[in-house]
Nanobody
Framework: QVQLVESGGGLVQPGGSLRLSCAASGRIRSIYAMGWYRQAPGKQRELVAISTTGGTTNYADSVKGRFTISRDNAKNTVYLQMNSLNPVDTAVYYC????????????WGQGTQVTVSS
């Protein structure tokens, strides 16, 4: 059974920073991509950033220049460094992984709340 476990969310003031982590565990044979999505109250879940094992990264326009995605492939872990946070970044952040275990599938973490407020 594959699990994605996130950590690092919390409350931060506008202009502050947070770092999210997500570790994938289980009988993983290969990871094709890992990324982060977010869902604000009353809105659809949206892509924040994604990193493929081939080295490609993509960001939502709203976070370019402020957020950085990185991976530790040896630990099956993806990080999201979030700087210059503002209230519109408030959402539940979900880790996502496209990987091969017994078969190729997409997995989600349980979500971690990020609240930007003074």
């Amino acid at each position: 059974q594959v699990q994605l476990v996130e950590s690092g969310g919390g409350l931060v003031q506008p202009g502050g920073s947070l770092r999210l982590s997500c570790a994938a565990s289980g009988r993983i044979r290969s990871i094709y991509a890992m990324g982060w999505y977010r869902q604000a109250p009353g809105k659809q879940r949206e892509l924040v950033a994604i990193s493929t094992t081939g080295g490609t990264t993509n960001y939502a326009d709203s976070v370019k220049g402020r957020f950085t995605i990185s991976r530790d492939n040896a630990k099956n872990t993806v990080y999201l460094q979030m700087n210059s946070l503002n209230p519109v970044d408030t959402a539940v952040y979900y880790c996502n992984a496209d990987l091969l275990a017994t078969r190729r599938n997409t997995y989600w973490g349980q979500g971690t709340q990020v609240t930007v407020s003074s």
